[in-house]
């Protein structure tokens, strides 16, 4: 049997791309996933296609995760639902690209608050369960441009920086309950957004990647998975770079 058998999984930003395909990589080991995305058609989507697998099960849930009440009714109500969450996969986000000089306020806290925020609220609203919780994980996703800085993406930088030293600093604070918490920090990965990149532009990008290639969805799934095992035990407050060798 899966060590995550009958699990409960959150994860936050599952309806499309690496999210969903964390979801799914849950699903297929038998766990409880709760699919979190901003609209009920999207969540709800891949909820059905999940459960199609036939494997474990996924339940879609419609919330803003940048809004802190409406992401604290959503941990009750996955508790009633599907019981103490004991992983806790942070991985909404988007992007409001633009230089720095010509950016809005309104577009760098949009970033900030989905991004950042975001993973605070989910943290806060299933902390209880997760500190009570039997190998508990929390798995925040990054970015290597939270490493690196990339011109243009001043938010987007920002935010996934944060990211990452709100993972070491939640590591900090419980580790003495057991609970590990890291980061995963993704470089270019093929999605709905890779995919809009003109093929010139891709390979340039390609040239800057020791590997030669992008990333698949199912990478970053399964770091995630490594990180959530029994395997990762004894490691926290690290950020584990998928990323073709991009920063090294």
Do not use: H
């Amino acid at each position: 049997m899966s060590q995550f058998q009958d699990r409960v999984v959150v994860v936050t930003g599952s309806g499309r791309g690496i999210g969903k395909e964390i979801a799914k990589a849950f699903v297929e080991q038998g766990a409880k996933v709760a699919v979190a995305s901003r609209t009920e058609a999207n969540s709800q989507a891949a909820a059905d296609e999940l459960n199609a697998l036939g494997k474990g099960i996924a339940k879609g849930y419609a919330v803003d995760i940048a809004d802190f009440e409406a992401t604290i009714e959503f941990g009750k109500q996955v508790a009633a639902d599907l019981g103490p969450v004991s992983i806790l996969v942070n991985n909404a986000g988007v992007t409001r690209d633009g230089l720095a000089l010509r950016m809005s306020e309104a577009d760098w806290d949009t970033v900030l608050d989905t991004n950042l925020k975001g993973a605070f609220n989910a943290v806060k609203a299933f902390q209880r369960t997760l500190l009570k919780a039997e190998d508990a994980r929390i798995i925040n996703i990054s970015s290597v441009i939270g490493l690196t800085g990339n011109a243009g993406q001043a938010n987007y930088a920002a935010s996934k920086a944060g990211l990452i030293g709100f993972t070491k600093a939640l590591a900090k604070e419980f580790a003495s309950r057991k609970v590990c918490v890291n980061a995963v920090a993704p470089g270019f990965i093929v999605t709905d957004m890779t995919d809009d990149l003109s093929a010139e532009i891709q390979e340039q990008i390609k040239k800057n990647i020791p590997l030669g290639s992008f990333g698949e969805t199912t990478d970053i799934a399964n770091a995630v998975l490594f990180l959530a095992g029994r395997e990762a035990r004894y490691i926290t407050g690290q950020v584990l770079t998928v990323d073709g060798g991009m920063v090294m």
